[in-house]
């Protein structure tokens, strides 16, 4: 089974603190994915990368940053951590062939 | 700009109903559609993945349909259980390409199933 893992289900930070979410995938796949997902809102991409130090920028990159430098892992960097960056940020990884996406546990950010 | 759209956003079914959700989409250029679940707190599980050239797709009790023509797919679950109550949601993949394949996700199901 594929398997993507999130550091952190629960983080609690504080206004203008630098903030990393991790996420490691299993399967070899080309394609990472980082959403935030929020009540009303649904789920918005931020950024994602097809290839090892690729990345793209999705529908709301606003303060955030990425870092792949391994095939297996792709990074979420909040520079400056702010209020309405709280939400569920959800990982997800997918064979270029296919598309089909697998999604980590998410991890819940809240920021004070 | 291709848009997603389920209906309807909340259902609550008796246990054992056979039942179906609902997605459309605006653009039947798609590579392909997929549907997850979400439970409470928790990331999304895929369920099915249709490809474009595919009708349908089944695992156990859930079988999806697609109509590309129409712009519609359906997910029906049959024999439902109160452990299938969850947020279900559809998300289609924009024509394929090598850089990434963004998929667009309707806003879900919230399906709850009554003992």
């Known amino acids: 089974d594929v398997k993507v893992t999130q550091s952190s289900r629960y983080l609690v930070k504080r206004t203008g603190e630098k903030v990393f979410l991790e996420c490691v995938q299993d399967m070899d796949h080309e394609n990472m994915f980082w959403y935030r997902q929020d009540p009303g809102l649904g789920l918005r991409l931020i950024y994602f990368?097809?290839?090892?130090?690729?990345?793209e920028k999705g529908d709301i990159p606003e303060g955030y940053s990425v870092s792949r430098e391994k095939k297996e892992r792709f990074s979420l960097i909040l520079e400056s951590a702010s209020t309405n960056q709280t939400s569920m940020y959800l990982c997800a990884s997918s064979l270029a062939l296919t598309g089909e996406l697998f999604f980590g546990e998410g991890s819940r950010l809240t920021v004070l | 700009k291709q848009e997603v759209t389920q209906i309807p956003a909340a259902l609550s079914v008796p246990e054992g109903e056979n039942l179906v959700l609902n997605c459309s989409f605006t653009?039947?250029?798609?590579?392909?559609l997929q549907w997850f679940r979400q439970d409470p707190g928790k990331g999304l599980t895929s369920l099915l993945l249709?490809?474009?050239?595919?009708r349908e797709q089944t695992s156990g009790r859930l079988n999806a349909s697609l109509d590309k023509s129409s712009g519609r797919s359906t997910l029906y679950i049959a024999a439902s259980q109160p452990g299938d109550s969850a947020t279900y949601l559809c998300?289609?993949?924009?024509?394929?390409?090598?850089?990434?394949?963004?998929?667009?996700f309707g806003q879900g199901t919230e399906l709850s199933v009554k003992p």
């Open positions: 998300a289609v993949r924009r024509g394929f390409d090598n850089q990434g394949g963004k998929l667009i």
């Open positions: 249709i490809q474009s050239s595919q």
């Open positions: 990368s097809y290839d090892v130090k690729m990345k």
């Open positions: 653009d039947s250029a798609i590579y392909n």
